[in-house]
């Protein structure tokens, strides 16, 4: 497992799933698991910024981009590559 | 009779809670003798019980600190949000001081209090007030306002003066004898309040903040502002239409509210009333005009707008702070044509449609407004619009952040915002570059 990916997992059951006993697939579904909501997403970009020291656009604050911890590892680096 | 010699050489104004009285302070330390008309006698209650961090310099202005703090109002450090599951974002004024306020805290005051002892002061100053006489209306003679009627014993009296001030608040005297009234196309909303013993504020760092809880139905809220140790003054609001689900039971409604909130719930759990509920309704207004030949308007007397972010008093004081100005130069004119009084009316109108902004763009994606108060870049840009301090649009990006955010959450179908957009109108405020 990535570090990257460790992080997210970290974040998420830290802060945004308070109460989430079990471990999170990689490539489950966040969104219809109830394991976030459109309410928690923005935690999770600020997480992001700060941690990773990326830039997310507004408008990349999209489904694909966040559905699984997968996906938003691979977001996270693209984004880093860009930066590079 | 020529104009001149009609002089009377003194302001008259109509209404002595925080506008009214405010503006006779100023007016007296400019040597502009006011007198100030209050309908009823004080203390009287009245809602709108929390301030933010700009009315201070007011309070310096006029020399009433010391009594705030004589008074022992409770000290509001803060304010805190609440979401529907719970969720506390907060800020806490200290982490931004503005220049010019020596103190980290605004109040939270019980208004019967607060507003006889602004009175008093008014009248310390030099303002001739009398309490307990209505004002009927404005006498004028053609476009010309040349007094007040008002009812002395059952008798009908005209008192004159050069200028007359409508601080009569959401009475709005002279907006509706002018029929200038004009009720907001947005916002419809209702009030039920009422004090309580036994609330828990939570946890003691924010204990003192105002909470705001959101509730999950649009244009919602409801406040909590401590008013003492014991004492809480409890609000919610909501657009009119909800009531109608409640039969215009405003018990129901109060009660339904307070469950759909997670942490209000939790607060008013051992909560005990201490008077009936009260209401307010036809929430929100603007008159066509603020000023006019020999008139002008002050605080909810020439407008009212949601007050979510504790904006009413301010609006109340830095009215009465511009009206001041606008007096005082028609003073030293001697021309008290609305023409020159205008530039009163261009400032206030400026500095409550920032306040209006806000409040619209706060209610279209309410998750951006916890983000921007949580984000780094955007926190400091929301302190001073929730302090109170800006008063010119050109000082206010972070509205133009908030904007352009809405506009990419709106013409992206995948963006995972977009459930959460409301259905206010905000297509007239202009998308910056």
Known sequence: MSSVQAAIKEFIKKELAVGLSRDIDPDEDLFTSGILDSLAILQLVMFIEEQFGVEVPDGDVVFENFHSVTAIQQYVNGREAQVR | MNKQESRTGRVIIIGGGPAGSALGCYLSKMNIPNLILESNHHPRPH???????????????????????????????????????????????????????????TYHVERGEFDHKLLMHARSLGS?????????????????AVGVEVDLGGESVTLSADLIVDA??????LGRQLKMRKNDPIFNQYAVHTWFEDVDRGQSETADYIHI???????????????????SSIGVVAERDQLRQFHGDADGFFN???????????????????????????????????????WLLVGDASRFVDPIFSSGVNIALYGAKFAADAIQDAFDKHDFSSDVLSPFE????????????????????????????RSEKYRAG?????????????????????????????????????GQLASIPIDDLPLPE
């Open chain 2, 168 to 173: 009569s608040g959401r009475n709005t005297l």
């Open chain 2, 346 to 373: 261009e400032r206030t109108r400026q500095g409550v449609a920032i306040w209006y902004e806000f409040i619209r763009l706060y209610y279209k994606l309410l998750p951006l407004f916890t983000h921007f108060i």
């Open chain 2, 382 to 418: 929301i302190h001073r619009l929730l302090q109170g301090e800006v008063y010119d649009r050109a000082e206010a990006p972070v509205l133009d952040a908030m904007r352009k955010y809405i506009a990419t959450v709106e013409s992206n179908e995948s963006h995972l915002l977009r």
């Open chain 2, 256 to 294: 339904e509210y307070v469950k759909s909130n997670r942490a209000l719930e939790q607060a008013m759990a051992g909560a005990r009333q201490l008077h009936p509920f009260k209401t307010e309704g036809d929430y929100s207004y603007v008159m066509d005009r603020f000023v006019g030949d020999g």
């Open chain 2, 128 to 144: 001739e007030v009398y309490q307990g006489v209505r004002a009927k209306q404005v006498v004028f003679e053609g476009n010309q």
């Open chain 2, 47 to 105: 809602v709108g019980e929390s301030m933010v961090m700009s009315t201070i310099r007011v309070f310096e202005d006029i020399g009433f600190l010391q009594t705030m703090e004589e008074c022992g109002f409770v000290h509001k450090y803060g304010a805190s949000w609440f979401e529907v599951k719970g969720r506390e974002s907060s800020i806490r004024f200290a982490d931004f001081p503005e220049e010019g306020i020596s103190q980290p805290y």
């Open chain 2, 213 to 231: 809880y959101f509730l999950p139905v649009e244009r919602g809220w409801a406040w909590l502002i401590p008013i003492s140790d014991r004492v």
